[in-house]
């Protein structure tokens, strides 16, 4: 435990804020275990939203007003931007009310591998991501 100790002074220690830090994760837990753990961070809010507070239809419905198109448009083939934008912001926005890629994918009737391509377009759906919660 000396030597621990001795070698934990050498490289300075950890910083608390460095031990609490959190990017963009999510806490899972009942309520009393999430505001044990806001305390500590000492964040009030933590990003991500209540797993399955809304079904995939209303997001859908959500994004379908938005963007002027309708399920089924999502659901056909075709390569419309208005149409692929739909998709990838459906799949962004189901993944943060915890919905698996697999989930989404069935929804879209559209293969998972393309669900796991749209989640890496999030920063340019930022703006529309915020407006459909």
Same mark, same amino acid.
């Given at each position: 435990? $000396? @030597?621990y100790r001795a070698y934990m002074r050498e490289? +300075?220690?950890a910083q608390r804020e460095d031990i609490y830090a &959190?990017?963009?994760?999510?806490? @899972?837990?009942d309520e009393r275990f999430v505001e044990k753990v806001m305390g500590k961070t000492g964040r009030r809010e933590l990003r991500g939203k209540r797993r399955h507070e809304y079904t =995939?239809?209303?997001?859908?419905? %959500?994004?379908? !007003? =938005? *963007?002027?198109? &309708? =399920?089924?448009? =999502?659901?056909e083939e075709g390569r419309d931007e208005r149409i692929q934008s739909g998709r990838k912001l459906i799949s @962004?926005? %189901?993944?943060?009310? +915890? *919905?698996?890629?697999? !989930?989404?994918a069935e929804y879209l009737w559209r293969d998972p591998a393309s669900? &796991?391509? *749209? @989640?890496?377009? $999030?920063?340019?759906f930022e703006t529309d991501i915020e407006k459909v919660h």
């Open positions: 435990m $000396r @030597l490289r +300075g220690g &959190t990017v963009d994760q999510r806490v @899972l837990g =995939l239809a209303e997001i859908g419905g %959500a994004v379908e !007003e =938005l *963007y002027g198109i &309708t =399920l089924r448009q =999502l659901r @962004l926005v %189901a993944r943060e009310y +915890g *919905y698996k890629g697999q !989930e989404t669900v &796991t391509r *749209y @989640l890496k377009e $999030r920063k340019s």
